[in-house]
Structures are given as C-alpha cells and as structure tokens.
C-alpha cells in the first residue's frame, strides 16, 4: 500500500476507502549509502595507482589513501596467531621506527583466509597489536586478499605484481612495497624478514 493510501485509510472509515489509479502509486526511492557508493565504484574502475582506492580502518572509518601521496608503502596482510607473527610484528617495528620520519609508512591489513589465524575482531586485533607490540603503524579493517571478495586495494596490489608470484596472495605477512607515486615498486614472499626490505626502502625513500 502505498503512503497516500495509508494516509486516506487512517482519515476515512475503512469501507469508504478508495485507491488512485495504478498511475499515481509511487514506490519508495532506493537507498544509496556513502559505502555501497564507494564499492560500486571500486568496482567498476580500474585504478591506475593506489590513490584511487579507498579502505576502512580498524573502526569502520574510510581511508582514501590519497593520504599518502609522496610516501613510500609497505603493505602487509598481518595475523595475530602466526607462526610469522612475533618476527614480522617486532621488524616491522623497528622499520618504522627508522624511516617513518623519512616517509616510510606500514599499513597492516588482518586477514583470516590462510589457516584462520586472524580470528579476533578489529578492536582484538588492534588491542593485540598495541599491547603486545606497541606497535605505532595502522591497523586497518579486516579483509579478504584472495578470492571473489578480495579488497579492491588487493587485487590492484597483485595486478601490480605478478610474475612468479601468480595472483593469489600466498600467506600471512605477504609484503608489497609501493613508491611515491603511487605503482607496486616490489612484492615479497611471506617468510621473507621485513628487515631485509630495508635496502629496497631506503632506494624509494631516496635516503642513503
């Protein structure tokens, strides 16, 4: 029924009620949110560097990450139940720590896909994180990284880098490194050390 005739029900009595013509009913307008806005466009273009995507971070805020224009990246899909999970937290820290000043930035993407060792909510996650670790870098949303619902910032990451790789992300603490200008510079296997990145670092951050 629609809200005229609902309206005229309520002021009339019921066997006095009377309807408009097909013609005049009208529906209720389809909803579009700020989120199913941003997912049918990221979903539909193709980025051309990483700019052009937009994340959530761990408290369900978006993140353009036109933000970090001029900064060097290094991305990871983190786990908290991992066997790489103590060795990859503390180096990633002291990468940090070393180049953040110089336009280093790490963004941590949890993900549950690969032995489910992510199984906590965000607010864990980043609890686990800060106190165990007191790590600094963010925390983001969790997401997919393989498959039919992988995060658009993902499929660009791997589309940047593929070669021997192939396009699924292989493990927990797979790295990618992305340059200032926004392009997939180097991709790395899970069980290589983050501290070993610092070379390829230290050439895109153009510091010796």
């Known amino acids: 029924m629609s809200v005229i005739n609902i309206c005229l029900h309520v002021i009339g009595k019921s066997n006095n009620v009377f309807s408009l013509p097909p013609q005049f009913h009208f529906s209720r307008p389809p909803l579009f949110t700020a989120e199913s806005n941003i997912m049918a466009t990221q979903a539909t273009e193709t980025p051309k560097t990483i700019y052009d995507l937009t994340v959530k971070d761990a408290k369900g805020n978006y993140v353009d990450l036109s ?3 001029g900064k060097v990246l290094l991305i990871v899909n983190v786990a908290s139940k991992c066997g790489l999970t103590n060795s990859n937290y503390t180096e990633l820290n002291q990468l940090y720590q070393q180049y953040k000043d110089q336009g280093l930035e790490i963004l941590a993407f949890p993900c549950n896909q690969f032995g489910e060792e992510e199984p906590g ?3 864990e996650i980043e609890d686990f994180v800060c106190t165990r670790f007191k790590s600094e870098f963010p925390i983001f949303d969790k997401i997919d990284v393989n498959g039919d619902n992988a995060a658009p910032l993902y499929k660009f990451l791997k589309s940047g880098k593929r ?3 192939g396009d699924d992300i292989q493990w927990n603490f797979s790295k990618f490194l992305v340059d200032k200008d926004g392009i997939v510079a180097h991709r790395y296997y899970p069980t290589t050390a ?11 951050l153009g510091v010796s």
């Open 121 to 123: 909510s965000n607010k």
């Open 163 to 165: 070669g021997v790789f």
């Open 194 to 204: 983050a501290l070993s990145l610092e070379c390829d670092i230290k050439k895109l």
């Open 67 to 69: 933000v970090y224009k």
